[in-house]
């Protein structure tokens, strides 16, 4: 079992076997563990009962192929699933099984599981990208390349602040999951309509104490119909999503024939084009990370949901919730393989810089020959300059004394002495980064 | 092998074994065969390596697993593909396996024929829903309902006419999908950037016999990144979608316990609450096309593709059309079975129109009252008397009575009579229906 | 100007004018003016130069129309914007305008000022819905109602309950919403690329000056292409409007004909059929959040923005968040109006509970009856009677004393004792809702 | 009124003034007038009150403001504008106003007006955008220039056959939506649930005849809550959305500094950075059309309406087409500014083609070095060289000979030699271009 065709590119990483069937099978059978706990823990279950059930509530003893076939006729899971986890209990434990419970409170507590174990394990990859990117930025603080903008030309910057943008970007991003995970991911109990009127009063003390058992969060009361806490995490994978697809999308582009300032530690090859060196990783990154921002749209679509139980939103959560960690981890991990082993040419891309011309360096230019000129004269000759330079394809400098003889005595700075707070923000960035966690 | 967890709600019916790992392997393997007979037919391939090729392009033997984890190194399943089928070929033929080919030509023109088989397996099943929306046109001609906007009782209408509604929606719907299916679904054939290079100038020749081999359409040129083709296809699945989720939607609204017009033929039981009637195959309709508008934005907005290739969101494609095609076959199967055994209960259609009370006629009584009051007195004096009823409980035409003496000598329709066109739009309905083909 | 057509619809209420073009054009100029503020502050530009931009960074000044028009020509609104300015001003406070600065740090930082000051009325708004609905909840403790699940009837509950879960789910989907505003929305401030160049090493400070002067959060450093805090602003409010979808369709269907259990405060009138009580302010909510996932969806997939300025996909979110700001904003205005007013028809709840019959009890009988026939015996009678007197149309009572004499004996429950810990959760909600600020 | 900061961007062209609130108001003040005149045709409305209605259906006397205000209270436009219509009219006249109509009806027509009369203005832009192309097309037909794939250098084309492409794409999508446009645009009419009760059995003829009046298609019955008619146009304009995305993203890549081998006629200018040649409109383009595809699935996702009439999503659409038709034409109109004026460096194309070395020719040599060494050895002598001439930074014809002496006698090809079918496929573009439809 490794996957099929799509998983290795789709669902790539430690993420698929905390999302797949399995998985999905053990975090409902948890839950039904953690009901049965509870309950015992209240002095409402025998304790051998709720041993006994927790002894069967292990995935590899049940068929998913079954038990998925035996849902249609309920639309859940849960119906099948607690049947055969009867069958395999002795009579007095099994009046015991899923007390007070419904399906939804199974499969949303199962939901809240199957994201925290899968977002462990994104969490995981992500700091492994982070450490890559903080390792890009302190070696590469005084890289020089040409900034780009609109695709064009702009003024120098270093390849080290590049990275330590994305830095900030990967560790604000994992951030935000991580709070999702630990404060809002939370255990669903609330019974058939949420009152879970089986417990009487003591409903409140039961969720406490399923909570508990699951390390998930105790909510304020059910949550059947409201679904802020899974849409915050939905939102907050979408947000980790748009990250790594800017970071992959901008690695294809500098890896591209004509930029050619990266490549990959393993480029793929092509048969027929032996010469190409495609960046595989930053490809399965974009292809993953394309379909993220539309699966948030149907779990936020997703929250109008009817009355005390959704006749078909609810529903389609699961499969979409389970693409989204998939997809998400996928592109971690892609990235993680695109980053770990990133070569860096700075030789190219000085090259690229020098090839853009010394018109790059007008803005620098103008600030200095304002000493000399003025701020206003300054600007219009530098602009001028500019201008002849491009259209005559000579160099800003020579149009520009041509214009101006006093700019001879300007000293002309380098791209090196261009960079303004590049430097600082790097070390922003990693400061931020060694930091314990972000707020 | 029958699934897991998910296919049997979300990927229900024929459309399962017409998309797994076997049907992409099958269709890329289809591909190949082709293009080697094309060869041979245009006198480049030896007739023996062709059919030695195409001997060896069967599914089963093949690892898809293995491929898929090969596939990460290149972004395509097509090299390890290819490098399988070779190694099962003797050295003379292994030199004309993927002849002139890039990868997307395998890709792209698999990704066709996959749509198109599942599409057939599609349209099969839409048909099926159709004869019983006619069926269900047919048998309640006459049954009267009353009409709600805004979830608000209106007028009368009869059940016939809203399931001739829905069977133009379908008809249309699916004669759209059949239309792409037939005419659009295309041969990809370009090798490396689109000019089939390998082949000189006999390319066209060659897309022709691929596109002729493999019953789909020639396209005027490779449309390696003009994705026109491949999103009317999911466009098409798209509406299909939104028309299924309409009449689950309604089917739920009417077979809710408020409403009981309707049940399923096996509605959904509910261990904790066996006095419930779930709407199971509605909740599951919903649940699958939920997914859907979303998922062809993901297509639509993979359209933008750079240069002869693009780098990710080509890659995206595959497992999105693969989700679309899923989902809308899922769809169509459950509502097949949520209206093949669809009961109809004809007496509580009765009892909620009267339960509206008789100023749902209050439009058909102004008409009549018109021609002895006059147009404008009569809509006055119907609007004030709808007014007292409400505000009193009465019935409008006590009030009526109250308000102008004349009215008691019109006189009063019944629902029956305020029908309008409803027997002719199910006329036209079935009429349609009954038609070879929608244009 | 009050709108035209559409704005009243899906731009009702304060929002509008907080992110109309005014806005937008005071927002941009505000940056202006904190940005030549904050050069003064660390003495690099002049005091009076400083203060004469301040001065004519009034919106009234300018038109939007023709800076609308002159936009095409650069796709950004500053360059017409800055050289309106200019225009403005004597020749020695011209240089000093928009100093460092690039386009996409006015616009960001604009769009970060326009987001907080709409999110503001927002957050206002729903602090009034959540005071409805916790009035709601306190009023309706003890109003019985039927539970439905799947649109069936399932088990008694209270409308009280069901306002404080919709309580809950306001408060923290606006905590959220808050939290976004108060610690994640930043200025932008980097030049051309991000190093703030012109600043040489003073560039840091400034930025410090500048979000000081706008009361925004500084950020790590520039974000141009990192577009985190922005996404997490767009998620926030898809997250809002999730939860304002959700009330307004179980709202619109319990003031359906069928239910009748509650009525908007002004019904919208149909001169056709003067009969109906449209709930008018829940169809707009639903119009307006229906709109939203695939907004959030845009900003999300807008992230993959290339190297140190995007060509295109941030020129995409501009509208795009104002869009979000204005249907978010709307649906809060007309929830607030839809619940401010909500008529509540206590006797129907309870109509509409009787009629569901005394199966609706199963459960809670079932548990009493365990204590004379234990509880596997109580469990199989229960059912067996739930199902006779659904088939035969009688009560539960009389199947299960035919079925189990001794259940005469015990003492049966009315609706009201099988609330379980409703009352407790309606504490929790209100409890929280008095807390200062959600976690 | 000239379209504020907005829409000069993002409703650029004829678009706008067809979407805008007049346009709205004529579109549905032209349905009432249809009405009225099919009512007089039929027989049942007198001639002087149709042409009374008629005369008085002037959008400019109608306050677009204050009708917006007052559609808070229906939830829609159509009751304050038949008020106001009323209001202009004599009391002999006004009975006949909307006769039998229900909002929806006006509001559907309309929509389908609207979108029929943008759609005109689109497609006329849009076939200045193939005129451009063919141009492109047969101008460049031997401008040889450097594939891409994957963003790297693959084998050689022609600008020309690329060209070829993007035309063919954009006269399908626009071919697509020209058939939408003729044939499925229909009007609505059904009365308050559909059934056009006011009319008795003569609704049938009264839609043919307002279809008639409107220039639309007439429906095989009203479609109130069957959304196919207007969820195909919103595909259609997603589908040539998707087109022009990919044309303005490659014109985007390819005028980058890096690249260079495209220029758009009126680059945008930076103030700070004189020397940038911003591809302005095709950054308009990508920034209109990445908003498109999440609205289309805003459309589909509205199809699910209830029962008679939808209360919500029905009133999403109204909005969410107006911005589909403006986005969409924008973006063709920025792209038709695009196209028109592109510069093409012939030189540089050529220059980056050298740059990528004689690597590229390898799949050509292979197939003339088979003739001497065989099809195997050729391949694995040619791959083996090119992996040298990677690695050393020679040529590949130097290693090639190094390995395979007799390699020297074989005549060499030039790019120009290797290109396929690329004529043949601008002959096809260019002769389906030029034929009247597409099929």
Not at 8 to 26: H, I
Not at 79 to 103: M, Q
Not at 162 to 180: I, K, M, P, S, T
Not at 419 to 426: D, P, V
Request: proline share 4%.
């Amino acid at each position: 079992m490794s996957g099929g065709l799509f998983d290795a590119l789709y669902a790539s990483g430690p993420v698929r076997s905390r999302t797949d069937d399995r998985a999905w099978l053990q975090a409902m059978l948890d839950v039904e563990a953690a009901i049965a706990r509870a309950g015992a823990r209240a002095g409402l279950v025998p304790r051998e009962a709720a041993d006994a059930i927790a002894s069967r509530c292990v995935a590899d003893e049940y068929d998913a192929d079954d038990i998925g076939q035996r849902a249609v006729a309920s639309a859940t899971w849960v119906v099948p699933l607690v049947a055969d986890l009867k069958a395999r209990l002795p009579a007095s434990a099994r009046g015991y099984v899923h007390l007070g419970a419904t399906s939804q409170d199974i499969v949303d507590s199962a939901m809240s599981l199957v994201t925290a174990r899968a977002t462990d394990a994104i969490l995981a990859t992500l700091g492994e990208v982070s450490t890559s990117l903080a390792g890009l930025a302190r070696a590469h603080r005084d890289t020089l390349q040409i900034g780009r903008t609109l695709l064009q030309h702009a003024v120098p910057t270093t390849f080290g602040v590049v990275c330590a943008g994305w830095l900030v970007a990967v560790d604000e991003a994992a951030g935000g999951l991580d709070r999702v995970r630990r404060e809002r991911l939370a255990v669903q109990f609330g019974g058939a309509v949420g009152t879970l009127a089986t417990y009487g009063d003591r409903g409140p003390q039961l969720v406490g104490y399923v909570a508990d058992e699951l390390g998930l969060a105790a909510p304020t009361m059910p949550w059947h119909t409201c679904r802020v806490r899974i849409d915050e995490a939905a939102a907050a994978l979408g947000i980790v999503s748009g990250v790594l697809a800017a970071i992959a999308g901008d690695v294809a582009l500098l890896a591209g024939s004509d930029i050619a300032e990266v490549a990959e530690g393993e480029p793929g090859v092509s048969s027929a084009m032996p010469h190409k060196r495609n960046p595989t990783r930053a490809v399965l990154v974009t292809a993953c990370t394309h379909q993220v921002p539309p699966l948030v749209a149907t779990m936020l679509g997703a929250a109008a949901q009817e009355h005390q139980r959704a006749a078909g939103r609810w529903q389609a959560e699961w499969p979409t919730m389970t693409a989204l960690l998939r997809l998400v981890g996928s592109a971690a991990t892609h990235a993680d393989a695109m980053l770990a082993g990133l070569r860096v040419d700075v030789d190219r891309m000085r090259l690229n810089l020098d090839t853009a011309g010394d018109v790059i360096l007008a803005e620098a230019v103008a600030v200095r020959l304002a000493r000399v000129l003025g701020r206003t004269r300054a600007s219009a000759v530098v602009a001028e300059a500019v201008a002849r330079a491009v259209r005559a394809g000579t160099t800003m400098r020579a149009a520009l004394v041509d214009l101006a003889p006093e700019a001879a005595t300007v000293p002309f700075p380098g791209p090196e002495a261009c960079l303004g707070a590049a430097g600082e923000w790097i070390d922003r960035a990693l400061e931020c980064h060694d930091k314990p966690t972000e707020g």
